[in-house]
C-alpha cells in the first residue's frame, strides 16, 4: 500500500532470464590420464600400506584402529596386554603414584575399569551415593583431625563443622534498627 492508504498499479512483467547457448562449451579431459595408460606401472616400486586391523581395550572394551606394529609395541609395553591410549595414559599416572612399578599399575587400573564397566555403568546413583559417603569420610577425618589439634589430644567426632554462624550478625542487626526506630 502507498503512504496514503492508495494501492499503486504497476505494469511490471517479470520474465524469464534469456537461455544461455550451450554451443561455447566443450569437454575438457586430462592429459594425465593418456600419459598414465602409456606407461606400466611397476608393482613392485610401490610401498605397501599396513594392514589396519580392530583392537579392543582390555581394560576398558574400547574398540581402535591400528597396525600391527602398534599393536605389538603396545603389547611389550604392557607385559602383553593391549590397551587403548586412554587406559595406556591413566596405567603411566598410577605408575608415577606407585614409584614406577608397571605391573602393579596397570593391575590397578584394570581393577577400576571392571568395576566401573560392571557396577558404576549399571548403577550410576549407587557409584554417586559412594562417592559422596567418601567425600564425607575425608571431610570428618580433617575434621577430627583439625579439632585434636586444637584441644591437643582430646578426642571429639564431629561431622562437617562450620566456621562461623550468621544468627549472631542477623540479631545486631535486628536490634540496631529497632533501638534507631
Given at each position: 500500500?502507498?503512504?496514503?492508504?492508495?494501492?499503486?498499479?504497476?505494469?511490471?512483467?517479470?520474465?524469464?532470464?534469456?537461455?544461455?547457448?550451450?554451443?561455447?562449451?566443450?569437454?575438457?579431459?586430462?592429459?594425465?590420464?593418456?600419459?598414465?595408460?602409456?606407461?606400466?606401472?611397476?608393482?613392485?616400486?610401490?610401498?605397501?600400506?599396513?594392514?589396519?586391523?580392530?583392537?579392543?581395550?582390555?581394560?576398558?572394551?574400547?574398540?581402535?584402529?591400528?597396525?600391527?606394529?602398534?599393536?605389538?609395541?603396545?603389547?611389550?609395553?604392557?607385559?602383553?596386554?593391549?590397551?587403548?591410549?586412554?587406559?595406556?595414559?591413566?596405567?603411566?599416572?598410577?605408575?608415577?603414584?606407585?614409584?614406577?612399578?608397571?605391573?602393579?599399575?596397570?593391575?590397578?587400573?584394570?581393577?577400576?575399569?571392571?568395576r566401573?564397566?560392571?557396577?558404576?555403568?549399571a548403577?550410576?546413583?549407587?557409584?554417586?551415593?559412594?562417592?559422596?559417603?567418601?567425600?564425607?569420610?575425608?571431610?570428618?577425618?580433617?575434621?577430627?583431625?583439625?579439632?585434636?589439634?586444637?584441644?591437643?589430644?582430646?578426642?571429639?567426632?564431629?561431622?562437617?563443622?562450620?566456621?562461623?554462624?550468621?544468627?549472631?550478625?542477623?540479631t545486631?542487626?535486628i536490634?540496631?534498627v529497632?533501638?534507631?526506630?
Open positions: 500500500m502507498a503512504p496514503h492508504g492508495d494501492t499503486i498499479v504497476s505494469s511490471y512483467a517479470f520474465s524469464k532470464p534469456p537461455r544461455l547457448s550451450s554451443d561455447g562449451l566443450k569437454r575438457t579431459v586430462s592429459n594425465m590420464s593418456f600419459e598414465l595408460a602409456k606407461e606400466a606401472i611397476d608393482i613392485k616400486s610401490l610401498t605397501t600400506i599396513a594392514e589396519v586391523v580392530d583392537a579392543k581395550c582390555e581394560c576398558c572394551g574400547m574398540v581402535e584402529e591400528c597396525t600391527p606394529e602398534y599393536m605389538e609395541k603396545v603389547n611389550n609395553r604392557f607385559l602383553g596386554k593391549w590397551i587403548c591410549g586412554l587406559c595406556s595414559e591413566a596405567v603411566k599416572e598410577e605408575m608415577a603414584k606407585n614409584g614406577g612399578n608397571n605391573e602393579e599399575s596397570l593391575r590397578s587400573h584394570m581393577n577400576t575399569c571392571v566401573f564397566n560392571k557396577r558404576d555403568r548403577y550410576p546413583v549407587l557409584c554417586q551415593a559412594e562417592a559422596t559417603r567418601n567425600m564425607l569420610k575425608k571431610t570428618r577425618l580433617r575434621s577430627t583431625s583439625l579439632i585434636n589439634h586444637r584441644d591437643h589430644g582430646l578426642t571429639k567426632k564431629v561431622g562437617i563443622t562450620r566456621s562461623s554462624s550468621c544468627i549472631p550478625a542477623i545486631k542487626e536490634n540496631a529497632s533501638s534507631t526506630g
